[in-house]
């Protein structure tokens, strides 16, 4: 326990006799008063020294912020476990005694503390801390609840601290505390660098455990201190207001010393201070909306589970932060963080709530979690927004009006059209300050995406999602914003961040003290809502951004961890056919259509898309969890669709298989059946039903070529292939076109040395395009498979990757297909290399075509300019095209994200081989598809669309029989439509849900037409399920279609109501 420090009685006798003898002589007057001729460096450095905690710590103000200070005498532990508060408490549970100085750990665990305290009687009325440092994250709990929470990060040298009281009562002297640790800072445990896999072995030390009686005074002068010196620091040398706060502080300190740190002195100290800060701004300074925030990696350099815990740290230090300065509020983003803190943490989230209500604790975003802005489909970014929308509606009675994406790797054109299709119109980011080239031109501004659509944009000038709240902040805040003119406002979003810790009582404190101080931006503690609503005031005058927001950085993220992306995209498809069946299900059967369970999928696929896990740039650990959930989803999934196409069966008995088309048109096409055979099939859009087998059109034929290979043939293209699996021709039937360029080789894998600058699972660099090793070592030539036959023609070759790796292919041409499929196969096992598949086409054009989210766009072929030249490795979905006049090639792919075209040549991106933060990212065995559409005409007419989603999308084939006519659902008129999704509705009873987006880039009227159904009503509908108000859709003279207007990439939603 705490106790007393007592003097010994030779001490006293010492001071006795000292009292006694010694006499105070008169000060007199002065001979000379010197006036130092004032030298930047020299008075700033003295400022420095006088605060730091390092140098002169013995004499400077930092080593009087406490009055006293006393160790702890009682600490008691248990450890490691994932015991609860409630568990650990328990009576008898048995508990050690812990020292000052001893260890525990390792890495990612989780421990107990026990403080017993006595606070002595002589520091009553004060403000007493616990200052504890066990170089980890903590949760204090008083009374049985969770109430502070602790980091290891500091600010000017000062931690954060536990405030036992404000003013010590007697009934305050006696309490204890427990303390829950996690065995991780809030940057992770990288061994050796942060963005390296972590010391799993490492241990923690507890190096600070004692209670202080605070200085207020010394407290205060201090941070007056802080703010004085960083802006003489900040400002030009040359700035009058720069010079007056050095002069200030010089003549603070000054003040001080010559009172030796009495209380007149601190006074005096004080009148210096309020003098400096109550000289106020001019009228129309630019202002700052200071917000507090929090951002937190749902995954990153630590696991999912460890971040339901830094969620709740952080935010419980925000609601203690809340009860304190009534001024203060904070913006969090999530709906997934929210859930998890509902779900662990029902104290922490009743307080947070109560603060929602106030309006001060603001949820933002209206997403699930803070996804990827480049990987995942259209219709997952819509979900991520229905679904977070969903829960802040439902717990809160709220709808986020902003989206909140600060730290994503760079945002999707189509962007705009679903956010306004989710109930929202401002966006917030800072990311693209990230750009390793060229600087984005705007802070505020409209950002206008491929349909037209737009969004208020604000990029906060401070470049940072994570400010501290000193005045270098708040000047660069103010000096970098690049509107100018056109806007006097900007956003200040400070606490510390990507761990969590957030905001502190030291940022609250600076800010509101430089509120309104001369020679700094006005500041103003704010909310989105608040500073959107300013910003549009001006709106008309801010320019327009079109297009994508492209990050020239962390582009290699296109590609990390290739079995996170193709699960994700095998996931996304899955779902999307479930709701599919059991749509039809419950509409022709009745069946209970299984709304829970989807919710739960969608919710673990839409984590599993968060920034920093989709991307691939997560620890290994976080990698593993991730699988873990995809194989849930896999599992769980494919359980549903075997059910539900039992139920059809049942009904219809058979001894046919049974073929699912989850696509809005017809299809005919290659299968394979369960038991191995081959059947050419025609399908109907949005079917189930029996296998319809075809005759076949012309055979594929294999011949061989003179010079070694062979050449594959179908009626529709011709494909030569040499030994090594190159493709050395490529024709279209009936023409002459040549598409692969005259002397080179497509289908070429090429190896790329992998070494970015610094963030190795995110960048490749553009001079990896330097480095290209073309693959040669050909150790199975190309030889013609042994199932091939009129249906499927195969051949098949391996190359060697280095010394540690090889590669199998097998390339295939279906009857009746004018995809060229290339089925791959990889033992991967290189360090920081680049693996991809060139083609170098005959054809010219200054822009290549990509898919994105619900659309396209045009990309250049040429490094014009700068920005040309940064799009070196760009992504796209499912496929990307080159094509002049009349001719062109798409590169399909059914996983792969990352492509590059310069010139003529289109590469693929395949695999990765980082070292961090996963170090085992990538090793093993892969196995992915890509094809090649040459086609005449455009792209949009000649069928690549519906190619790259059947590539995708395969048919579905069961063993259950069903005989009788196929049930079809809905029939789309126009190809250049693509009816996207087929679903229960959440929130309209008995309603169906059809989502559709115009693809080709153009206006066209659609008939959406239901098969043997009459229609009772259709209302359109945003993402979120809410009414489109002024739009009617009549239902034809039949009863069973509706006609719908698009525009060019336009997404459309529809609720459908049948009798």
Same mark, same amino acid.
């Given at each position: ?31 000379? *008063? ?50 609860? #508060? ?529 991307? &691939? ?76 087998? *075809? ?18 043939? +179908? ?36 190896? #790329? ?40 023609? &195969? ?35 290189? +360090? ?9 086409? +005959? ?80 090793? &093993? ?85 239901? +098969? ?48």
């Amino acid at each position: 326990m705490a106790s007393k420090r007592h003097a010994t009685n030779a001490n006293e006798c010492t001071q006795e006799k000292l009292s006694k003898t010694s006499i105070r002589l008169e000060a007199g007057v002065e001979p000379f *008063q010197h006036v130092t001729l004032k030298h930047r460096r020299t008075t700033l450095e003295r400022a420095e020294k006088f605060l730091s905690h390092i140098y002169f710590a013995d004499v400077n103000l930092y080593s009087r912020l406490y009055q006293d200070r006393v160790p702890l005498s009682s600490i008691h532990y248990f450890g490691p476990t994932k015991e609860t #508060f409630s568990e650990i408490s328990e009576p008898n549970h048995s508990l050690r005694e812990f020292k000052v100085g001893e260890s525990f750990g390792p890495t990612f665990t989780r421990h107990w503390f026990k403080l017993e305290i006595e606070i002595p009687s002589e520091w009553l009325g004060g403000k007493v801390l616990l200052n504890w440092d066990a170089d980890c994250e903590g949760m204090i709990y008083k009374n049985g609840e969770p109430v502070f929470s602790l980091t290891a990060a500091d600010e000017f040298g000062i931690r954060k601290s536990f405030t036992i009281s404000e003013n010590l009562a007697s009934d305050e002297k006696k309490l204890i505390l427990w303390i829950s640790v996690s065995c991780n800072r809030l940057l992770g445990e990288g061994k050796q660098g942060m963005i390296n896999p972590p010391d799993m072995e490492k241990m923690f030390s507890l190096s600070k455990a004692e209670i202080a009686l605070v200085d207020r005074n010394a407290f205060r002068t201090f941070g007056d201190l802080c703010i004085l010196y960083d802006m003489a620091k900040s400002l030009p040398d040359t700035s009058q207001r720069g010079l007056e706060s050095l002069y200030a502080a010089n003549e603070i300190i000054n003040v001080l010393v010559k009172g030796n740190y009495s209380g007149e002195s601190y006074d005096a100290a004080q009148i210096l201070s309020d003098k400096f800060f109550k000289t106020k701004n001019r009228e129309g300074q630019h202002t700052v909306y200071a917000m507090g925030h929090c951002h937190i990696d749902s995954a990153w350099l630590w696991r999912y589970d460890e971040t339901i815990h830094k969620c709740a740290r952080s935010w419980i230090s925000t609601v203690s932060l809340m009860d304190k300065y009534p001024d203060f509020k904070f913006v969090c983003s999530q709906a997934q963080q929210f859930q998890w803190v509902k779900d662990n943490y029902p104290s922490i989230y009743k307080k947070l709530k109560h603060y929602v209500k106030k309006g001060r604790f603001i949820p933002v975003g209206g997403t699930w979690v803070e996804m990827d802005g480049n990987l995942p489909s259209g219709e997952s970014m819509i979900r991520q927004f229905l679904y977070g929308q969903k829960f802040f509606r439902e717990e809160f009675g709220l709808t986020c009006g902003e989206f909140w994406l600060p730290d994503t790797f760079g945002y999707s054109a189509n962007l705009p059209q679903i956010m306004n299709e989710s109930g929202i119109s401002n966006f917030l980011t800072q990311k693209l300050s990230w750009s390793l080239i060229n600087a984005f031109p705007h802070n505020t501004f409209h950002w206008q995406g491929i349909d037209g659509s737009k969004v208020l944009c604000h990029f906060p000038p401070g470049d940072s999602y994570g400010m501290m709240g000193t005045p270098e902040e708040l000047l660069k805040t103010m000096n970098n914003h690049k509107d100018k003119g056109r806007s006097d406002s900007s956003v200040f979003l400070y606490g510390f961040g990507d761990g969590g810790g957030g905001p502190t009582e030291g940022m609250v404190d600076r800010l509101s003290r430089m509120s309104d101080c001369a020679g700094l931006p006005k500041v103003k503690m704010s909310t989105p809502d608040e500073f959107f609503k300013q910003a549009r005031k001006d709106e008309s005058k801010l320019c327009t951004w079109v297009g994508e927001l492209f990050l020239e950085l962390h582009n290699g993220t296109y590609t990390t961890i290739a079995n996170i992306k193709k699960f994700n995209r095998q996931c996304e498809v899955l779902l999307h056919d479930l709701e599919l069946l059991y749509t039809i299900l419950n509409i022709d059967h009745n069946t209970q259509y299984p709304s829970n369970e989807l919710e739960r999928l969608w919710k673990l696929l839409l984590l599993n898309q968060f920034h920093d896990v989709l991307p &691939g740039s997560s620890i290994e650990l976080a990698n593993d969890d991730a699988v873990v959930y995809y194989k849930d989803i896999v599992k769980t999934g494919n359980e549903l669709l075997k059910s539900g196409i039992a139920k059809c069966s049942e009904l219809r008995k058979g001894d046919n298989f049974t073929v699912m088309n989850g696509l809005s048109w017809e299809r005919e096409e290659v299968v394979e059946l369960p038991d191995k055979t081959l059947k050419y099939v025609c399908c109907p859009a949005l079917s189930i039903g029996p296998i319809n087998a *075809q005759s076949h059109p012309k055979a594929v034929e294999i011949q061989n070529r003179e010079e070694g290979g062979f050449v594959l043939s +179908n009626g529709i293209v011709q494909c030569g292939l040499d030994k090594g699996g190159r493709i050395v021709s490529l024709k279209l039937a009936n023409s002459s076109k040549e598409f692969i360029k005259e002397k080179c080789h497509a289908n070429q894998f090429v190896l #790329f040395d992998d070494v970015p600058l610094y963030w190795d699972a995110w960048d490749v660099m553009d001079y990896h395009l330097e480095t290209r090793s073309p693959l040669l070592d050909v150790f199975d030539p190309l030889h013609v498979c042994t199932d091939s036959n009129a249906l499927r023609g &195969g051949v098949e070759f391996s190359v060697r990757i280095g010394a540690n790796s090889k590669l199998r292919q097998v390339i295939e041409l279906d009857a009746g297909s004018a995809s060229i499929k290339f089925r791959t196969f990889v033992d991967w096992h290189e +360090n920081r290399k680049f693996l991809k598949v060139e083609f170098p086409f +005959n054809i010219h054009s200054p822009k290549a075509t990509y898919e994105i989210q619900f659309g396209h766009l045009e990309r250049p072929t040429h490094q014009n300019t700068s920005w040309d030249s940064a799009r070196y490795e760009v992504w796209a979905h499912k496929w990307a095209d080159l094509s002049e006049f009349n001719y062109g090639v798409a590169l399909l792919n059914d996983s792969k994200y990352g492509y590059s075209t310069f010139g003529d040549t289109m590469r693929l991106s395949l695999l990765r081989s980082t070292k961090a933060p996963d170090g085992n990212a990538d090793m &093993g065995e892969h196995q992915f598809t890509y094809a090649l559409f040459p086609h005449r005409g455009s792209f949009q007419n000649s069928g690549v669309i519906r190619a790259s989603y059947q590539l995708n999308n395969p048919l579905r084939i069961f063993e259950s029989g069903f005989v009788g006519d196929a049930i079809c659902f809905v029939y789309v008129s126009e190809k250049s439509v693509v009816l996207e999704t087929l679903k229960k509705a959440e929130f309209h009873r008995d309603a169906l849900l059809l989502r559709s987006y115009e693809a080709f880039g153009g206006s066209v009227a659609v008939e959406f037409t239901f +098969n043997n159904r009459s229609i009772s009503k259709v209302i359109r509908c945003n993402a979120l399920e809410d009414f489109v108000e002024n739009e009617v859709t009549d239902v034809g003279k039949c009863g069973k279609s509706f006609v719908v207007d698009f525009s060019p990439f336009q997404i459309k939603s529809f609720l459908v109501w049948l009798q």
